[in-house]
């Protein structure tokens, strides 16, 4: 795929590394288990917003865009990485922030909450589970274009076909690099939310017939629901990157077995994720995305839905900075 006519920051220097978790898959009895560090990209405390951002900013750029706007949960790494890109990039950055779970903004929290103010955001508007989120960020647009400012709005989670960009290219990466290491991959597992992570890799991994299925583990939203946002971007991401290949639906799974009772909201699989990656592999998974979908992979090894002759890639999308704001729960086991 001709990714290079699309204009690109660059913010990671290398492609980040594909290493195995030997001491996790002798724990769980079975499954070849390796992790793609994406929780090592680069701009602040990494994560798989900066891929997706490297597209979205280039477009910014070309606008004369002066401050980049978005919207996410009240500990979103899509925000903390935005503004992280605004601060590299010279420009400002505005945040909406969306309450889904009701009276969660804490202004005084730790976690990302905390890398917003750090990392100079202007300003922060918060508003409710249910609000029009495209039209409260084009306020802010709007309030900007009033100052003489211009905004470069960005969807929830960079979930566009052009964020999903960087995820086909992760998929390119993860071919060469599995080739380099003379490692072929049976399955993919990687957590599924706004949807552009799981529908670049689909996107990427059918353009270039890797005949490698991805499991995608939600974080959030029902299986159905799920697996047609990401079908839909998937094939909307095809059609944007030239791709002649198209998306079956049946290559889009989504499982919802881990969401448990709803985003952001602890489980004790989750939990369970969190400390065995730590104290196996020390790996920081974050209790809200890596955390759950860690939390499906060890649940799909142990049911033998994976099997034990099976070789994994884990992708790690990041997130490790809301861990902090988690503390009680992580610790009091
Ligand atoms: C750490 C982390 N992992 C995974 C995801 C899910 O990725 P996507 O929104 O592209 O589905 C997010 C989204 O915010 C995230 O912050």
């Not at 602040?44 to 597209?55: D, Q």
């Not at 499982?255 to 448990?260: A, H, K, M, N, S």
């Not at 209790?287 to 992708?315: N, Q």
């Amino acid at each position: 795929m001709n990714l290079a006519r699309f204009p690109r920051r660059r913010y990671t220097p290398n492609a980040t590394a594909i290493e195995p978790m030997s001491h996790l898959s002798a724990a769980l009895g079975g499954a070849r288990l390796f992790i793609k560090r994406d929780d090592q990209l680069g701009l602040t405390a990494g994560g798989n917003k900066t891929r997706k951002l490297e597209f979205l900013v280039a477009e910014a750029l070309a606008q004369g865009a002066d401050t980049l706007v978005t919207v996410g949960a009240v500990q979103s790494n899509h925000c903390r990485l935005t503004a992280a890109a605004a601060v590299r990039e010279g420009l400002k950055c505005r945040l909406v922030l969306e309450q889904r779970v009701p009276g969660s903004y804490d202004p005084a929290a730790s976690g990302n909450n905390f890398l917003f103010d750090l990392l100079g955001v202007e300003s922060v508007t918060v508003v409710d589970a249910g609000t029009d989120l495209a039209a409260a960020m084009n306020r802010v647009k709007d309030d900007l274009a009033a100052e003489g400012r211009k905004g470069y709005v960005i969807p929830g989670g960079g979930s566009n076909p052009l964020g999903a960009l960087g995820y086909v290219s992760c998929a390119e990466e993860i071919l060469q690099q599995t080739f380099d290491m003379g490692l072929s991959l049976d399955r993919i597992v990687v957590a599924s939310g706004s949807a552009g992570t799981h529908s670049g890799l689909v996107t990427g991994l059918l353009g270039n017939s890797a005949g490698i299925p991805v499991t995608g583990i939600n974080v959030r939203r029902p299986r159905a629901e799920q697996e047609g946002n990401v079908h839909a971007l998937a094939e909307a991401t095809a059609s944007f990157v030239g791709s002649s290949v198209p998306v079956p639906r049946d290559a889009i799974v989504c499982r919802d077995e881990w969401v448990g009772p709803g985003y952001s909201l602890p489980t004790p699989e989750m939990v369970e994720a969190v400390r065995l990656f730590a104290r196996t592999e020390g790996v920081l998974l974050d209790p809200v995305y890596t955390g759950k979908a860690a939390a499906g992979l060890i649940g799909l090894v142990r049911s033998g839905e994976i099997a034990r002759d099976e070789t994994v890639l884990f992708v790690h999308t990041g997130g490790a900075p809301a861990l902090y704001a988690y503390q009680p729960v992580l610790s009091a086991v």
